[in-house]
């Protein structure tokens, strides 16, 4: 353990050490106690949980069971006979779909002629743009506070505003479902939407 | 009751196959931890309810979609619905209006955070500034301070990278940091 470790870890997990994951609560307070500047790091964050510990909740009102189990009740009537589950899920009908189309319009369609698309300049932009951000996210050995650091770059200092920023350049246009997150897609491919 | 300590993925089993017992179960079992994430994300007891209520239908419409073999606990599932609601919450309320997160100019903050201390609890003082945010901070924070997730855990929630979160929990801490030391006799 140094210093700089135990400062991001400090600046990630807080003063709890059941969340530091990946060493023993005796040889932090052991560190703690060896440096002054962990013993700071270390209070200062201890005050930040403590007074984040104040903001308690209460719990959701009994009658919020209620009626939500009277709604699903209603939803399907009781007793439904669900078709197999193969026929319930979304992408092979969409899927089955879009082949139908795909053999409509083969045979529907005449052949286009075909000419070169003329880049476009806003979008040749952007794919410049969409390169150098993803290019810290790619590369693994990068923080992926490079990549809020970019964003930050560009915009003004407020928050909000950088992940508006993110946003406006990774969001498509809103579908009937609701806004489908690229962004989060964006860090993490592999996670489907529910 | 019976079949109060039935594992949650053979209730979502049974709820996939329309089994309402199971899911007033599930229901029962898991109502609080969700309301806890919508209340945080939205500071509203209303909205909280309502988007704790449509992650609960969710549930039950969706239980055959959800993946046993992806190895992610049920709760985890159940987190991650619900932060795509408040997140989608959110969007609409964005689209409404600006809200005004702190209503004090930052030269008359200190003045005004007296009266504040005075008149409010710190944890309202934390509420506050917590709702100031930007949601996917807000939601780092929720999920491993307040519901004990591991990083991992919150990013399966969140449809996030570790990385991400880890990253998302420093900036959500600073930033807090930064904002309640404007305020006298907090931090």
């Known amino acids: ?194 | 009751m019976k079949n109060d300590n039935t594992t949650d993925e053979s209730l979502i089993d049974r709820i996939a196959n329309g089994d309402e017992e199971a899911f007033t179960i599930l229901a029962k079992r898991h109502m609080n931890l969700l309301y806890a994430v919508a209340r945080r994300m939205n500071n509203n007891k209303e909205d909280a309810e309502e988007i704790t209520q449509e992650a609960l239908l969710r549930i039950w419409s969706k239980a055959a979609t959800w993946k046993k073999e992806s190895g992610a606990a049920v709760t985890t599932w159940l987190y991650r619905i619900t932060y795509n609601l408040c997140i989608d919450e959110k969007r609409k309320m964005k689209n409404k209006s600006t809200v005004e997160l702190f209503d004090d100019e930052p030269d008359r903050v200190s003045l005004s955070a007296e009266k504040k201390i005075q008149n409010k609890q710190t944890g309202e003082i934390v509420e506050q500034a917590l709702t100031a945010l930007p949601k996917r901070q807000r939601a780092a924070l929720v999920f491993c301070h307040y519901q004990g997730l591991s990083n991992a855990e919150a990013a399966t929630a969140m449809g996030a990278t570790v990385k991400a979160v880890e990253g998302l929990l420093v900036r959500a801490r600073k930033t807090l940091q930064a904002e309640l030391q404007k305020y006298e006799g907090v931090l």
Do not use: C
């Not at chain 1, 319930?88 to 139908?100: D, G, L, N, Q, Y």
């Not at chain 1, 996210?137 to 990068?142: A, F, I, Y």
């Open chain 1, 1 to 194: 353990m140094d210093i700089k470790r135990f400062k991001k870890n400090m600046e990630i997990y807080g003063a709890d050490f059941s969340r530091w994951s990946d060493i023993s609560s005796a040889d932090l307070e052991a560190f703690i106690a060896s440096s002054q500047e962990a013993q700071s790091l270390y209070e200062k964050a201890k005050k930040l949980d403590k007074v984040l510990d104040s903001y308690n909740i209460e719990d959701a009102s009994p009658e919020l069971l209620a009626s939500v189990t009277e709604k699903t009740s209603k939803k399907t009537g009781g007793n439904v006979i669900y078709p197999p589950s193969f026929f319930r899920r979304k992408p092979v009908w969409a899927a089955m779909a879009a082949s139908a189309a795909a053999v409509f319009l083969f045979f529907a369609v005449p052949p286009l002629p075909i000419t070169p698309m003329a880049p476009v300049d806003t979008e040749a932009e952007l794919d410049i743009f969409l390169s150098e951000i993803l290019l810290p996210v790619e590369e693994e050995s990068e923080d992926v506070l490079s990549f809020f650091k970019f964003a930050e770059d560009n915009t003004a200092t407020e928050e909000q505003e950088v992940e508006d920023f993110l946003d406006t350049l990774l969001l498509p246009e809103e579908t009937s479902e609701g806004p489908v997150d690229i962004w989060d897609a964006f860090l993490a491919p592999d996670t489907e939407r529910l």
